[in-house]
T-cell receptor, first 110, second 113 residues
Framework: ELKVEQNPLFLSMQEGKNYTIYCNYSTTSDRLYWYRQDPGKSLESLFVLLSNGAVKQEGRLMASLDTKARLSTLHITAAVHDLSATYFCAGQLRDDKIIFGKGTRLHILP | GAGVSQSPSNKVTEKGKDVELRCDPISGHTALYWYRQSLGQGLEFLIYFQGNSAPDKSGLPSDRFSAERTGGSVSTLTIQRTQQEDSAVYLC???????????FGEGSWLTVV
């Protein structure tokens, strides 16, 4: 059974700083997803990582995947207040079940 | 609209009543997922439909929960004899086959009083 663990679960950071959210998963996962959720809203897809060494970037966010370490990271560069949200990672099993982590609540202080 | 549509958006029900939550996926999307998100928590997998294959029901928390998908399109999640711990947002998502991009609906907020 796939278990997905994120850390930290809560992160408060200053604008302009860099930080990384970590996503560990317990067993082979075909794909690794990152989503953003704003309060009271649904999930918005950020990245889908398909293979070992995959790196994707969008604005101040960059996601990477290391399948050997069963680790994905979401790196935030020079954070701005608009990035305050909850970020989820999720892994996909070969039977297509998608399992989510508990989420990281990111609060960026001005 | 072009997105995943869920109804009702909000539902308040009395403990012990049955509720039905509906998901209308994007047209042509063969895969459909249901998740439950309790307040401030992550997403808990409930059930997965893919085309005409038997659904993966392994996430349904008890036999009070069931779901069906008619004609490979609309899905209904039914919760019988609701309990207060069933209060949560129920999210539906769909995609084409096994393609990477999965689209979520806005969710149905269920409150059991």
């Amino acid at each position: 059974e796939l278990k997905v663990e994120q850390n930290p679960l809560f992160l408060s950071m200053q604008e302009g700083k860099n930080y990384t959210i970590y996503c560990n998963y317990s067993t082979t996962s075909d794909r690794l997803y990152w989503y953003r959720q704003d309060p009271g809203k649904s999930l918005e897809s950020l990245f889908v990582l398909l293979s070992n060494g995959a790196v994707k970037q969008e604005g101040r966010l960059m996601a990477s995947l290391d399948t050997k370490a069963r680790l994905s990271t979401l790196h935030i560069t020079a954070a701005v207040h608009d990035l305050s949200a909850t970020y989820f990672c999720a892994g996909q099993l070969r039977d297509d079940k998608i399992i989510f982590g508990k989420g990281t609540r990111l609060h960026i202080l001005p | 609209g072009a997105g995943v549509s869920q109804s009702p958006s909000n539902k308040v029900t009395e403990k012990g009543k049955d509720v039905e939550l509906r998901c209308d996926p994007i047209s042509g999307h063969t895969a459909l997922y249901w998740y439950r998100q309790s307040l401030g928590q992550g997403l808990e997998f409930l059930i997965y439909f893919q085309g005409n294959s038997a659904p993966d029901k392994s996430g349904l928390p008890s036999d009070r929960f069931s779901a069906e998908r008619t004609g490979g399109s609309v899905s209904t999640l039914t919760i019988q004899r609701t309990q207060q711990e069933d209060s949560a947002v129920y999210l539906c998502a769909s995609r084409i086959g096994r393609t990477p991009h999965i689209y979520f609906g806005e969710g149905s907020w269920l409150t059991v009083v």
